[in-house]
């Protein structure tokens, strides 16, 4: 044998196996660590998708009802800061008034959400709240904003000043996304 000597033993050493075990350690420790922020981006970016929606359902019911329900004034929808929850409402007329619309044109309605008018109630994922900022002045959790659409022009109008901001956020892992809505009911995620 060249240059082995008889005592030689083939394997590897107890430092070797040890540096082995730390690496594959690491490895796997990084590989759950990014898994698991991963799987929370996810999360965020499956509800700001939905929360996109269903503004865009309530922009597409008003221009959809509008002289087919008489009821049905507009569309919009409900938010709470702080909370998981927000409701798709449909804004009915008065029953006071034969119609929507006064002798003028005019729509008679509040914009706003009343107990009565839930169209859809949704939820946001267990552990993700909502933020909501309108002229970069943050709501106070527990209070609500409206967002509604009003044909037949479809404008938007909302219980604060547009443009509005609504955070989606996981307190827990510290992430965030943001929509934003502006005074021409143009959503966009940022």
């Given at each position: 044998?060249?240059?082995?000597?008889?005592?030689?033993?083939?394997?590897?050493?107890?430092?070797?196996?040890?540096?082995?075990?730390?690496?594959?350690?690491?490895?796997?420790?990084?590989?759950?660590?990014?898994?698991?922020?991963?799987?929370?981006?996810?999360?965020?970016?499956?509800?700001?998708?939905?929360?996109?929606?269903?503004?865009?359902?309530?922009?597409?019911?008003?221009?959809?009802?509008?002289?087919?329900?008489p009821n049905a004034c507009a569309f919009?929808?409900?938010?709470?800061?702080?909370?998981?929850?927000?409701?798709?409402?449909?804004?009915?007329?008065?029953?006071?008034?034969?119609?929507?619309?006064?002798?003028?044109?005019?729509?008679?309605?509040?914009?706003?959400?009343?107990?009565?008018?839930?169209?859809?109630?949704?939820?946001?994922?267990?552990?993700?709240?909502?933020?909501?900022?309108?002229?970069?002045?943050?709501?106070?959790?527990?209070?609500?904003?409206?967002?509604?659409?009003?044909?037949?022009?479809?404008?938007?109008?909302?219980?604060?000043?547009?443009?509005?901001?609504?955070?989606?956020?996981?307190?827990?892992?510290?992430?965030?996304?943001?929509?934003?809505?502006?005074?021409?009911?143009?959503?966009?995620?940022?």
């Amino acid at each position: 044998m060249w240059g082995m000597s008889s005592n030689s033993k083939a394997g590897f050493t107890l430092i070797e196996m040890m540096v082995v075990i730390g690496i594959i350690t690491i490895l796997t420790t990084m590989t759950l660590v990014y898994s698991r922020s991963g799987s929370e981006q996810l999360k965020l970016f499956k509800d700001e998708a939905v929360v996109e929606g269903v503004l865009n359902q309530a922009r597409s019911l008003a221009a959809e009802r509008f002289n087919k329900d008489p009821n049905a004034c507009a569309f919009g929808v409900h938010f709470t800061a702080g909370s998981q929850s927000f409701i798709l409402f449909q804004d009915l007329k008065p029953s006071d008034k034969p119609s929507c619309k006064d002798f003028n044109g005019n729509v008679y309605n509040n914009f706003k959400y009343d107990s009565g008018e839930s169209f859809q109630s949704l939820s946001l994922e267990n552990g993700l709240v909502f933020g909501i900022s309108s002229n970069s002045t943050a709501v106070p959790a527990g209070n609500s904003v409206d967002v509604v659409f009003v044909p037949p022009e479809l404008s938007v109008t909302s219980t604060l000043p547009l443009p509005l901001v609504f955070t989606i956020s996981d307190p827990a892992a510290g992430a965030s996304t943001t929509i934003a809505i502006n005074g021409a009911g143009q959503i966009s995620a940022q």
